[in-house]
């Protein structure tokens, strides 16, 4: 007899598989592209003066506990006058997925890796992604070092770009080396085992802190994830609970948004075309103004990212049990992040939430076809050859990808959605809080906290608006189908 638990996971890979599909996702890569991927047995190599070789410098990388696609490693040189040198290096998937070749045809089709509860759709053959095309510790690869001075105040000095050969000494996790940072937890085993590793990752700590402080004074919001995350007990699926920022997920999100500038100027610089990641005024601002004002706040009639972080660094301070809530109802209503290419002369708007002016994603190309396409726009140009796309095509991939990835987050949302209902099925007549996180003419829906799962509300909603507190009691749930179905109480 099959156990439930097995039963419960092998329904919600049926649905994942079934979103995928429905979406326009392939689940499945294609026989070419896994044929391709059993021929290639190791990592790329290249020679060269152009290729520098940095292998005997203390990098390390930061991710989640179970990553082990990864893309990128830090490291840092301090210089006179309070300057730090930060050093990113960026896996070379180019050097393995070639333009065209059938994984890159199933890569560009999907364009992300999707993450549902069940089970991850690797947007590269995991052979690849979380080995060979891997910045894995203990072993030597190419990649692409963004180089950049930090200025003692945290503004940017010099940066440069080129190919170097890196070896990671240290696979660290967000969670321990959060703990370790702000002294809850002792540092893990690999800090404490490779000499300077320490002192290394304070300064980045600080230089990090640094950059954080300057995109704030610009505007850049702060926002908690609204995503909720999977938690199991053995097989079982316990709980679906928020993700929580800490101080290493800062640092290496912080390095990630100027490495992320740093190839958006350089691109631009050399006459080249930029796949542009932006996020657009919001024209929901309105909203975001009522929203404020039902906290006692006022906010300028013209949008603001500046004066709206002051009001979200207000409410984080007044109210941290509720931030969550609100973030989720700022985040609605500021709308979805899209591409745009950006060719030679042109000027697209900026990224509203992180208050840059030039943004671009560079810094995942084992997870995400933008950001592997922005790297072969930068080998182009590094090795002074023409690249490879014409602007009608990167015209068409930036519409794609913003497409896909629209279609990976609702799968990703759909699932979670379903595992929310089975969570939930034995609950239904149980009353609960929630914050309505959209209203419009095809429904309302409203978040509740435990566990985190969003649901329509089927009566009752009239009047109501993103951002309102509402009392809920659970109707119905459909697991297959992903319904969670809720009449307001009051």
């Known amino acids: 007899m099959i156990a439930p638990a097995a039963q419960n996971m092998d329904l919600l890979k049926r649905v994942a598989r079934s979103a995928m ?27 060269g003066a152009e290729v520098r070789d940095l292998r005997g410098l203390l990098w390390a990388s930061i991710d989640n506990d179970d990553s082990r696609d990864l893309d990128q490693l830090s490291v840092s040189e301090t210089l006179p006058a309070g300057a730090v040198r930060i050093l990113i290096a960026i896996a070379d998937v180019d050097a393995i997925v070639r333009r065209n070749s059938p994984i890159d045809v199933h890569a560009r089709a999907n364009t992300t890796s999707v993450y549902t509860v069940p089970q991850i759709f690797p947007m590269l053959p995991e052979n690849l992604s979380t080995d060979l095309t891997s910045l894995a510790q203990d072993q030597d690869r190419i990649a692409i070092i963004t180089e950049m001075t930090v200025e003692a105040d945290g503004t940017l000095g010099a940066c440069a770009l080129y190919r170097a050969w890196v070896r990671n000494r240290a696979k660290l996790a967000y969670n321990g080396v959060a703990a370790w940072l702000t002294g809850t937890g002792p540092a893990p085993a690999r800090i404490a085992g490779v000499a300077g590793l320490d002192a290394q990752l304070r300064v980045q700590d600080a230089v990090a802190q640094a950059l954080k402080a300057i995109r704030h004074v610009h505007g850049a919001l702060t926002l908690e994830s609204t995503d909720a995350l999977p938690v199991f007990d053995g097989l079982t699926l316990s709980d679906l609970r928020p993700g929580e920022k ?29 796949l542009r990641r932006v996020l657009k005024t919001p024209k929901n601002w309105v909203r975001i103004v009522a929203l404020a004002a039902q906290c006692g706040e006022i906010l300028p ?29 700022v985040i609605k209503l500021l709308g979805r992040g899209q591409y745009l290419l950006e060719l030679p002369g042109q000027k697209t708007e900026g990224h509203f939430g992180l208050a840059v002016s030039d943004y671009t994603h560079a810094t995942a190309p084992n997870r995400r076809f933008p950001d592997l396409l922005t790297q072969r726009l930068l080998k182009a140009s590094l090795g002074g050859v023409a690249i490879e796309y014409s602007a009608d095509e990167l015209q068409e991939l930036a519409a794609h990808c913003t497409k896909q990835e629209d279609n990976a987050a609702k799968v990703e949302r759909q699932v979670s959605k379903s595992a929310a209902a089975m ?18 003419d095809k429904g309302t829906w409203a978040r509740i906290t435990s566990p985190t799962a969003e649901g329509k509300v089927v009566s009752g909603f009239a009047g109501l608006q993103v951002g309102d507190p509402v009392r809920v009691k659970l109707v119905e749930t459909n697991i297959e189908r992903g319904f969670i179905d809720f009449e307001r109480l009051r």
């Not at 592209?33 to 047995?41: E, F, G, H, M, N």
Request: no cysteine.
């Open 423 to 440: 969570l939930l099925a034995p609950r239904i007549g149980e009353s609960f809080d929630a914050i309505v996180t959209g209203a419009a």
């Open 21 to 47: 599909l429905a979406r326009g996702l392939l689940p499945d890569f294609s026989s070419a592209a896994l044929a391709q991927a059993r021929s290639v047995t190791a990592a790329a190599t290249a020679g």
């Open 301 to 329: 009639a013209e949008p603001s990212a500046s004066a709206l972080n002051v009001f979200l660094t207000k409410r984080r301070e007044l109210d941290p049990s509720h931030f969550a809530d609100m973030s989720l109802s």
């Open 246 to 274: 800490n101080r290493a997920q800062e640092l290496i999100e912080d390095f990630m948004i100027a490495a992320n500038g740093v190839t958006a100027r350089y691109l631009a610089s050399q006459g080249l075309p930029t």
